[in-house]
């Protein structure tokens, strides 16, 4: 892969993996159009990249809730169980539908549809007023269960696990956090997985390391712009925007075909 490739798709990664507009789908679309062929390996560094930026953005609540769990800590452990518990429809969901979460990557038109789905929900789940709900096993379940479908491309996994939890009436910047806390396992988990295999080959480094950097920062970014314009109640412009890209993809796949 070439650095201007690499530095691209890494720009991508950074701007829409916590952005609620899906960077599976806009990864999957650039290379389908753009002609870029990027290696398993190299979407496993730039998952690594987003997710330590949440680590580095949330470092405090990270470090608050490791002490809390070694203290035995009654809020810390229980908020440290709804993470755990959050991720155990992801998991189910993300290994029993794999298969056709994967077929989706080949077809622009199905991660039209998937965006088309991210934009609608964006732009319904912004109209629900703010709420105070504290979370529980059950709201929890449900946005674990939201993060499982966001597997497929097209779906935008903070979208659907923000988007839930506002359903849900839990409040924003709650809603934010306990998503991308979440999500630190999942992607884990998926890095572990896939890595196993995909980094036996030889690694160009220099591509490699400038997209997980490039991720990184970019990430970091993205995750203040998005609580920003959470709190300003702008939500569903990023559903406006999966919608007009849904659009514009099946357009172009129908006047090529």
């Given at each position: 892969?070439?650095?201007?490739?690499?530095?691209?798709?890494?720009?991508?990664?950074?701007?829409?993996?916590?952005?609620?507009?899906s960077s599976s789908g806009h990864l999957?679309?650039?290379?389908?159009?753009?002609?870029?062929?990027?290696?398993?390996?190299f979407?496993?560094?730039?998952?690594?990249?987003t997710l330590l930026a949440v680590v580095a953005y949330y470092r405090n609540d990270l470090l608050a809730l490791g002490a809390g769990i070694l203290a035995r800590d009654e809020k810390h452990l229980r908020?440290?169980?709804?993470?755990?518990?959050?991720?155990?429809?992801t998991a189910i969901i993300g290994f029993s539908m794999r298969d056709f979460f994967e077929s989706m990557f080949g077809s622009p038109v199905a991660v039209a549809c998937a965006l088309a789905i991210t934009g609608a929900f964006l732009i319904i789940s912004s109209r629900f007023k703010t709420?105070?709900?504290?979370?529980?096993?059950?709201?929890?379940?449900?946005?674990?269960?939201?993060?499982?479908?966001a597997v497929a491309p097209g779906i935008s996994?903070?979208?659907?696990?923000?988007?839930?939890?506002?359903?849900?009436?839990?409040?924003?910047?709650?809603?934010?956090?306990?998503?991308?806390?979440?999500?630190?396992?999942?992607?884990?988990?998926a890095a572990l997985l896939e890595g196993r295999h995909a980094l036996d080959g030889a690694i160009d480094v220099v591509p490699v390391a400038?997209?997980?950097?490039?991720?990184?920062?970019?990430?970091?970014?993205?995750?203040?712009?998005?609580?920003?314009l959470l709190k300003e109640s702008r939500l569903q412009w990023f559903g406006y925007y999966c919608m007009a890209l849904a659009l514009v993809v099946i357009a172009i796949t129908s006047f090529a075909g």
């Open positions: 892969m070439e650095l201007a490739q690499a530095l691209l798709l890494g720009l991508i990664q950074g701007i829409t993996e916590w952005l609620p507009i999957a679309l650039a290379q389908h159009f753009l002609g870029i062929e990027a290696s398993v390996a979407d496993i560094v730039l998952h690594l990249g908020y440290a169980g709804l993470i755990l518990l959050s991720a155990i429809p709420g105070s709900k504290q979370l529980g096993a059950g709201s929890s379940l449900l946005i674990g269960l939201a993060q499982g479908i996994r903070s979208g659907s696990t923000i988007g839930t939890a506002l359903i849900l009436g839990v409040g924003k910047e709650e809603a934010a956090r306990f998503s991308f806390l979440a999500a630190i396992i999942p992607i884990l988990g400038a997209g997980f950097i490039v991720a990184a920062a970019v990430g970091y970014l993205s995750i203040g712009v998005l609580i920003r």
